[in-house]
């Protein structure tokens, strides 16, 4: 990379903040843009109604509906940066209390998702690639093909009819058993009430990485060293260990990295089909009760994960190959 390490990051941590002040803008007005009604949402028609002149002050003055929108926006920035995400108006407690739950379930799903996706996506890539043309490569390629254009949610329903109301193998929604209080709650059981929507979201971001792992693989195979390297008599995982990993492994890297934005989106589906209280299910909920702080703090939150998550592919290029940074020094 050119320049000094310091530099590099400066740079990156600089365009990092840009970009979040520009989706926080964006966010804040496509909120204020929406038709949906607050008050409306969040206490109904009837009760609106019933409501005397003073009541619905009170509300409109809670909700902030008359306050002028650079007003709101600059007041929630300044408290942002201060550390105070303000307080949700769905959930009548702190932001920051509220992601903190929230984060930690989708964390502790997308996480299993992203690693298992990773590792899968790798796998059917090189086994792909390397039998290039073969049967086993049709099956791989037909497979990603039809899970790339398949909705997360309908196959989320799908398996969810059959493991969970056929089969009675899993739950059928939610993080932790009904009815057991939090002190009562294992890691077994959260791991239980996981497995099926990390299943499936590991199964939809698997194509794009095998995919382009096999084009990789198949293109490292056909290279004059591999050649070589059969006229020797090397075949099978040996070629793949001395020859192929290394070339391999830094495209599957961005694009494992890269797929953090698609699992924050494949999981707001996800978790809305299962019920499971993570961050895209109170995104969800945040949108259609026009809870401004509580979306604009998800929002920032999620975006900087896929920043970052692309910040990190950058780091870790140079840190696998150092031909890749600029000027090719070698530190």
């Keep these: 990379m050119e320049g000094s390490w310091p530099k590099f990051l400066a740079k990156n941590i600089l365009k990092i903040i840009l970009l979040t002040i520009g989706i926080s803008m964006m966010t804040f007005g496509l909120m204020k843009a929406s038709p949906v009604d607050p008050l409306q949402a969040n206490v109904g028609q009837a009760a609106l109604g019933s409501m005397s002149q003073e009541q619905r002050e009170k509300l409109e003055e809670y909700w902030g509906v008359h306050t002028p929108p650079a007003q709101q926006y600059i007041s929630w920035a300044k408290d942002f940066v201060r550390g105070d995400m303000g307080i949700s108006l769905l959930y009548r407690q702190p932001v920051t209390e509220v992601i903190g739950v929230k984060l930690s379930n989708s964390l502790f799903l997308m996480s299993a998702a992203w690693v298992i996706s990773g590792i899968l996506g790798l796998f059917l890539g090189v086994v792909a690639g390397m039998n290039r043309g073969k049967l086993i490569d049709k099956a791989i390629q037909g497979y990603c093909l039809v899970i790339s254009s398949t909705p997360a949610f309908w196959l989320a329903l799908l398996l969810l009819l059959v493991f969970g109301v056929w089969l009675r193998l899993f739950p059928i929604g939610l993080s932790v058993p009904i009815g057991v209080e939090a002190s009562g709650v294992t890691l077994a059981d959260r791991i239980y009430h996981a497995i099926l929507p990390a299943l499936i979201l590991s199964i939809t971001g698997v194509s794009n990485i095998a995919l382009h792992t096999r084009e990789k693989m198949?293109?490292?195979?056909?290279?004059?060293?591999?050649?070589?390297?059969?006229?020797?008599?090397?075949?099978?995982?040996?070629?793949?260990?001395?020859?192929?990993?290394?070339?391999?492994?830094?495209?599957?890297?961005?694009?494992?990295?890269?797929?953090?934005?698609?699992?924050?989106?494949?999981?707001?589906?996800?978790?809305?089909?299962?019920?499971?209280?993570?961050?895209?299910?109170?995104?969800?909920?945040?949108?259609?009760?026009?809870?401004?702080?509580?979306?604009?703090?998800?929002?920032?939150?999620?975006?900087?994960?896929?920043?970052?998550?692309?910040?990190?592919?950058?780091?870790?290029?140079?840190?696998?190959?150092?031909?890749?940074?600029?000027?090719?020094?070698?530190?």
């Design 218 to 331: 198949a293109d490292i195979m056909e290279s004059d060293y591999v050649l070589f390297a059969r006229m020797r008599g090397e075949k099978g995982w040996r070629l793949f260990k001395y020859y192929g990993f290394r070339n391999v492994l830094l495209p599957a890297i961005t694009l494992q990295f890269a797929s953090i934005s698609e699992i924050f989106g494949g999981s707001v589906l996800v978790e809305q089909v299962f019920s499971y209280p993570g961050l895209g299910q109170a995104a969800v909920a945040a949108g259609l009760g026009s809870d401004m702080p509580l979306l604009m703090a998800i929002t920032i939150v999620s975006a900087l994960f896929v920043f970052g998550g692309n910040l990190a592919a950058n780091i870790l290029y140079g840190l696998i190959d150092p031909r890749i940074r600029r000027g090719g020094k070698v530190k």
